[in-house]
């Protein structure tokens, strides 16, 4: 399932928790940040450039890559 990329995703960022990994640090690298909140998608972005742009994984898709990673 490809993600999507949201054309309001400015308008989530106000309503959302967003977060990054706790292996990030203030000096940047290269992050993307995920947030809670949505009801049925995970939104994430670029850590360095948030308004470029959010890409809206459907949740079970999500899960699937997580448990991959796993």
């Known amino acids: 399932m490809s993600p999507m990329r949201d054309p309001r995703s400015a308008d989530l960022a106000p309503n959302l928790h967003w977060r990054k990994s706790s292996y ?6 290269d992050c993307v940040e995920v947030a809670d909140g949505h009801p ?13 742009g959010t890409l809206l ?14």
């Open 24 to 29: 990030s640090n203030q000096d940047g690298g």
């Open 40 to 52: 049925t998608h995970i939104p994430v972005r670029d850590s360095k450039s948030p308004a470029t």
């Open 57 to 70: 994984f459907p949740a079970p898709a999500w899960q699937a890559f997580l448990t991959t990673l796993r």
